[in-house]
């Protein structure tokens, strides 16, 4: 299988990468340099679906103005704080503004943690898949890995959150847990979904 991924993030290619080798899922991914595309998307949808699919439609316009006919994938992907009423949400890249660092957007988190108290701590980490197929048909896929806001961070480094995200089961924060003890992400989770899908539909 050989498919374009939206992102032209190394460490998410290389996460996938890594997560299709463990499980002896042979696939050619290709980010969004390898097929120099270089335009800026607007997310101005109001949901993980709607911003993924916006992506996907994008790239796919761009795909066929190139002539370039393989199977695109994209994600959103986000973390969602019950207490916050859902935020950051399709926020999270840009909760304490375009481009903030990781410590700026967690003190904002940790900093509105702190207004609603220390008993509603659960949140959840989704990502959102879309793929367009080189015929057309498009296909939407969910993962999500339940858990709580820490209190302070861990490790810093990776998914932006990470370092205050504790998964469901643990003590520690998904920076401080090693790939085989966290098993599979949020991000796994709708792979796995998708690859089911794109097999139905060889």
């Known amino acids: 299988m050989k498919f374009i991924y939206g992102t032209g993030n190394k460490e998410k290619v290389k996460q996938v990468q ?83 660092p990781q410590e700026v957007a967690l003190k904002k988190l940790l900093d509105n943690m702190a207004k609603v108290g220390d008993t509603k701590r659960t949140a959840t980490f989704v990502c959102v898949l879309t793929a367009i197929l080189p015929n057309g048909k498009e296909i939407v896929v969910r993962g999500e890995t339940k858990g709580k806001i820490a209190e302070k961070p861990g490790t810093m480094g990776k998914l932006t959150y990470g370092p205050v995200f504790i998964p469901e089961g643990f003590q520690r924060v998904m920076n401080d847990l090693k790939n085989e003890e966290l098993g599979v992400t949020h991000r796994e989770k709708a792979f796995l979904k998708l690859l089911e899908e794109l097999k139905n539909n060889e």
């Open 18 to 100: 890594d997560f299709f080798k463990a499980k002896n899922i042979e696939a050619e991914i290709i980010s969004l340099k390898d097929i120099d595309f270089n335009e800026e998307i607007e997310e101005t949808g109001k949901t993980f679906e709607e911003n993924s699919m916006i992506k996907a439609k994008a790239i796919k316009k761009y795909c066929n103005q190139k002539g370039i006919n393989e199977i695109i994938i994209t994600d959103d992907t986000g973390l969602c704080v019950d207490s916050l009423n859902g935020e950051p949400g399709v926020y999270s890249a840009r909760y304490a503004g375009d481009h903030a």
